[in-house]
């Protein structure tokens, strides 16, 4: 069992930045695979980027490319999101998520196992 707590979410312009933070509790962090995903109103969860067991390797959403980076530590047992060059579009909900195995689909949510509770983060134009 692995329980996951979301911060960092809030209100900002857009141009601005945020940095979310996902501390994870119970088992070893570094054997999951780490996701972020963001829900808007009255869309489908969507992948936003993954780290992998050790952060040696990051892969995004086309639409955060540049301008989201992901990153853990391991010591620390979190994961963060480092959101720059912030647009209204980015307006979601924003989930972390632990997938244990290494071959699923890492952009589909279903493979994730364990899930945090969300934070909301809201751009304004």
């Known amino acids: 069992q692995v329980q996951l707590v979301e ?7 857009a141009g601005g930045s945020l940095r979310l933070s ?12 780490m996701g972020w995903f963001r829900q808007a109103p009255g869309k489908e969860r969507e992948f936003v980027a993954v780290i992998t067991y050790t952060g040696g390797s990051t892969y995004y959403a086309d639409s955060v490319k540049g301008r989201f980076t ?8 979190t994961v963060y999101l480092q959101m720059n060059s912030l647009k209204p ?8 998520a632990a997938k244990p195995d290494y071959y699923s689909a890492y952009t589909r949510a279903r493979f994730y196992d364990y899930w945090g509770q969300g934070t909301q983060v809201t751009v304004s134009s």
């Open 7 to 13: 911060s960092g979410g809030g209100s900002v312009q």
């Open 22 to 33: 996902c501390a994870a509790s119970g088992r070893t962090f570094s054997g999951y695979y």
């Open 70 to 77: 992901i990153s853990r530590d391991n010591a620390k047992n």
């Open 89 to 96: 579009e980015d307006t979601a909900v924003y989930y972390c």
